[in-house]
């Protein structure tokens, strides 16, 4: 069964530089989520898109801005990285309809802030 | 305290035996809770899902609810080491437009 893509699997940049993070969910799952995960730590959530809408926004810094576009894959914009940003960025979709909530994630991107 | 509460291990257990993986949660109108294995430097993958009170049943796998409880936990029988990972406890609380909040995991150990 098709996963969740994600793009690229590893990144490393300069301080203050822009990264792009994409990600491609589960073909006709309406609903992208990005979660960051720092070493050690749990996935924290940033932001959520619902039918290319942001349905929820949570500890996501201003830098960052995201969206989701008419083909459903999302992009998580990062500027004037700071070394703290390093950490694994997910995305995960889901489908919206019925009872079930259930979340898949892509494999990751490894952001590396020098 | 944190909304989804689960001793970080390591849990050692020897392979065959049962493995007991436990969480609690803050928020008593949680209603969606989730059980994700997650491997070092790997993506998590979602080993169960349970909506409502009682146990649930997937394989080696069996998720058990009590919401009066505000409690969670994933039992693996004949535990294997290839089960040795991070399990994350992850609920969606009321009123969050189903994002994950998770717990901070719990260390399994299988040892030969």
């Known amino acids: 069964a098709a996963g969740v893509i994600q793009s690229p699997r590893h990144l490393i940049k300069e301080k203050r530089e822009t990264a792009t993070l994409k990600c491609y969910p589960i073909p006709r799952h309406d609903t992208v989520y990005w979660y960051q995960q720092g070493p050690g730590q749990d996935p924290q959530f940033l932001i959520s898109?619902?039918?290319?809408?942001?349905?929820d926004k949570g500890s996501i810094p201003d830098r960052f801005s995201a969206q989701q576009f008419s083909d459903y894959h999302s992009e998580l914009n990062m500027s004037s990285l700071e070394l703290g940003d390093s950490a694994l960025y997910f995305c995960?979709?889901?489908?919206?309809?019925?009872?079930?909530?259930?979340?898949?994630f892509g494999p990751g991107t490894r952001l590396t802030v020098t | 305290q944190k909304e989804v509460e689960q001793n970080s291990g390591p849990l050692s257990v020897p392979e065959g035996a049962i493995a007991s993986l436990n969480c609690t949660y803050s928020?008593?109108?949680?209603?969606?809770f989730f059980w994700y294995r997650q491997y070092s430097g790997k993506s998590p993958e979602l080993i169960m899902s349970?909506?409502?009170?009682g146990d649930k049943e997937d394989g080696r796998f069996t998720a058990q609810l009590n919401k009066a409880s505000q409690y969670v936990s994933l039992l693996i029988r004949d535990s294997q080491p290839s089960d040795s990972a991070t399990y994350l406890c992850?609920?969606?609380?009321?009123?969050?437009?189903?994002?994950?909040?998770f717990g901070t995991g719990t260390r399994l150990q299988v040892t030969l």
């Open positions: 898109f619902y039918e290319k809408m942001q349905s």
């Open positions: 349970i909506y409502s009170n």
């Open positions: 992850a609920v969606i609380r009321t009123g969050t437009a189903s994002k994950l909040t």
């Open positions: 995960a979709s889901s489908l919206s309809t019925g009872s079930s909530y259930e979340q898949y």
């Open positions: 928020d008593r109108g949680s209603q969606s």
